[in-house]
C-alpha cells in the first residue's frame, strides 16, 4: 500500500509545487480580504485534483495491470486512492482552523461554519467523483468533475447568503452536520468503488 | 513434471470475441512459446492468468493454485511484461526503485540497476523520456529484479532492434538456467521463439489449436510445393491446409502421412501458423483449409 502511494506522490510531485504555490496566493488573498472562502476553495479543490491527476497517470501507464499482476489486490488499488486524496486534504483543512486566530473578522462564528462545511463539501466531492473515475475512467468523469467544483462555488455562494438571513448557532450545526455526514460517506464511497473495480477488466 | 501454469476449458466472453475452452499447461523447467495472429486470444489469456479479466469459466492453477486464490507472495514471484510498458513513465530509475520495494517483497535494489547498467538505461532520466525499446528493457529489467520463478512476457521484444533483442533472449536463457523456472512468452518474431521455446503452444480464434514440443513440430509438419492435381494423390488427412498461387501449390502436410519419393521442406514456426491462419482468408493466393 505504502509503495502505491508512494509512486502517486513521486507521480504528481511536479504539479505539487503549483499547487502550493497556488495555495500560498490563495491564503494571502484569504487573509488580505478577511475571506476564508478563497482558501477553503482551493483545498476542496486540491482534493480531488491531486487523486484525479494520479489517476490519470496511472490510465496512461497501464499502472493498474502492472500492479494487479505483481501482487496488489484491487481493494489495495482503491483503499491506496482515498488515502492519497486525504494525506494532503486532511493537514490542509486542519490548518483552516489558524484562520479563526487571525485578528479581524476572520475570528468569528461565521469562519468556523465554513471551514466544517467546506471540509463536507470536500469530502462529498470526494464521494461522488471518485466511484465515477473508477468507473468511467479519468476522462469521462471530467466533465464531472468540472460539474462539481462549479456546485460546490454555488453551494458556497448559498451559504454566505444564508449567513446573511441567519446570525445564530443554526448554520454552524448545519455545517458540522454536513462534514458529518460527508466524511462518514467516504468508507461508503470507498466500498462503491472497490465493487465497481472489482469487476473491472484490464 | 511440475505445472507452473495449467490452464483448463478457460473460457471469456466480449462482445465481439471469445476464447473458448482454452487448455494448456507451463511445465516447471520450460520455455513456452504462445503464437497466434493479432485478436486470437494471447493477452486475453495471459491477462487472465494474472488476474486482469475475470474469465466467464474453466480453471487456472498458478504455482498449483487457483489463479484468483494466489497471495501476494505467490504473485511476487511472477515477473510480468505487458506488451506497453506498465510502469509510471513520470518517473525515472532511482524513483522506480523506491516504489518498487513495497510492491515486491524480494525486491533487488543491486540487480535492477546492474541489469538498467547493461542495457544502457539511464537512471535520472524519466521513463518516458526513454525511447520505446528502452522502455521495453525497463520492464523486462522489474520482471528480472523481484526473485521471479515464472515469467510472463507479453510481446517483450516488440520495438526492439535485433541487438537488443539478442540482449534479451540472453538474459532470458540465463534466467532458464535455474531449472525451478519456466516462462511464457508471446511474440510475434516468431524466430525469437524458434531460438528459446521448448514448447509452443498455438491459439487461433480464441481457441488452442495445439501446444507441442517444438521439436515434434517440425518432426511431424513439412512443407511440400507441386501442382494443385498432385494433392488430391496423398492419403487422407495428409494434407494439412494448402494455399494455391500463381506459381503453382504449396502444402503443410504431416511427414509421417506422405509418401518417401516427396521431397518436403522444413516448415518453421511461421509456416505452421501461416497455414493455419490463412486459410480460406488468401486474397492473392486461393486458399483452402482442410484440417486434419
Not at chain 2, 269 to 290: N, P, T, W
Request: aromatic letters at 12%.
Amino acid at each position: 500500500m505504502f509503495g502505491l502511494i508512494l509512486k502517486d506522490i513521486k507521480n504528481v510531485r511536479g504539479q505539487m509545487l503549483y499547487y502550493l504555490v497556488v495555495l500560498v496566493v490563495f491564503t494571502v488573498v484569504a487573509i488580505v480580504s478577511d475571506n476564508i472562502y478563497y482558501y477553503v476553495g482551493a483545498i476542496v479543490f486540491f482534493l480531488v485534483a491531486l487523486p484525479v491527476s494520479a489517476m490519470a497517470y496511472d490510465e496512461k501507464d497501464n499502472w493498474d495491470k502492472f500492479a494487479l499482476a505483481s501482487g496488489m489486490s484491487r481493494k489495495q488499488l482503491v483503499v491506496a486512492r482515498y488515502l492519497f486524496s486525504l494525506l494532503f486534504y486532511v493537514p490542509l483543512w486542519a490548518i483552516s482552523f489558524i484562520f479563526l486566530a487571525v485578528p479581524g473578522d476572520l475570528a468569528a462564528m461565521e469562519t468556523l461554519a465554513i471551514i466544517f462545511f467546506y471540509g463536507g463539501m470536500g469530502f462529498f466531492t470526494a464521494d461522488v467523483l471518485l466511484p465515477l473515475v473508477f468507473k468511467m475512467g479519468v476522462e469521462k468523469a471530467r466533465i464531472t468533475f468540472i460539474v462539481m467544483i462549479v456546485l460546490v462555488v454555488a453551494v458556497g455562494a448559498g451559504l454566505a447568503f444564508l449567513f446573511n438571513l441567519e446570525t445564530g448557532n443554526a448554520v454552524l450545526y448545519v455545517s458540522v452536520a454536513v462534514f458529518a455526514l460527508g466524511a462518514i460517506c467516504f468508507p461508503v464511497s470507498m466500498k462503491v468503488s472497490e465493487n465497481i473495480y472489482k469487476r473491472k477488466d484490464f | 513434471m511440475t505445472d507452473l501454469i495449467k490452464i483448463e476449458k478457460l473460457r471469456k466472453n466480449f462482445k465481439d470475441f471469445s476464447l473458448t475452452d482454452v487448455t494448456f499447461r507451463v511445465p516447471q523447467g520450460v520455455v513456452v512459446g504462445f503464437i497466434g495472429e493479432n485478436g486470437a486470444g494471447k493477452s486475453t489469456t495471459i491477462k487472465s492468468i494474472l488476474g486482469l479479466v475475470n474469465p466467464d469459466g474453466g480453471k487456472i492453477e498458478v504455482f498449483g493454485k487457483p489463479a484468483a486464490a494466489l497471495s501476494r507472495e505467490d504473485k511476487n514471484r511472477i515477473g510480468a511484461v505487458l506488451g506497453e510498458t506498465a510502469l509510471p513513465e513520470n518517473l525515472n530509475l532511482q524513483d522506480i526503485d523506491g516504489v518498487m520495494k513495497y510492491i515486491f517483497t524480494h525486491w533487488d535494489t543491486g540487480k535492477f540497476f546492474a541489469l538498467a547498467e547493461k542495457f544502457a538505461l539511464p537512471k535520472d532520466k524519466k521513463v518516458k523520456d526513454f525511447s520505446r525499446g528502452m522502455r521495453q528493457k525497463v520492464s523486462l529489467a522489474v520482471a528480472l529484479s523481484h526473485g521471479a520463478r515464472l515469467l510472463i512476457l507479453d510481446e517483450p521484444t516488440s520495438g526492439l532492434d535485433p541487438v537488443a533483442r539478442d540482449e534479451i533472449l540472453e538474459l532470458l536463457y540465463d534466467f532458464m538456467q535455474d531449472e525451478t523456472h519456466s516462462i511464457l512468452i508471446s511474440s510475434h518474431i516468431v524466430s525469437d521463439l524458434e531460438k528459446l521455446c521448448d514448447y509452443i503452444a498455438f491459439i487461433h480464434g480464441g481457441r488452442i489449436v495445439f501446444e507441442e514440443e517444438k521439436d515434434v513440430l517440425s518432426e511431424k509438419y513439412a512443407i511440400w510445393r507441386g501442382t494443385y492435381e498432385a494433392l488430391g494423390e496423398f492419403e487422407p488427412g495428409a494434407v494439412v491446409s494448402y494455399m494455391r498461387g500463381e506459381y503453382g501449390t504449396s502444402a503443410l502436410v504431416l511427414r509421417d502421412k506422405m509418401p518417401a519419393s516427396q521431397p518436403l521442406e522444413h516448415a518453421g514456426i511461421e509456416d505452421i501458423m501461416l497455414y493455419f491462419v490463412r486459410g480460406g482468408k488468401g486474397q492473392i493466393a486461393e486458399v483452402k483449409q482442410c484440417l486434419v
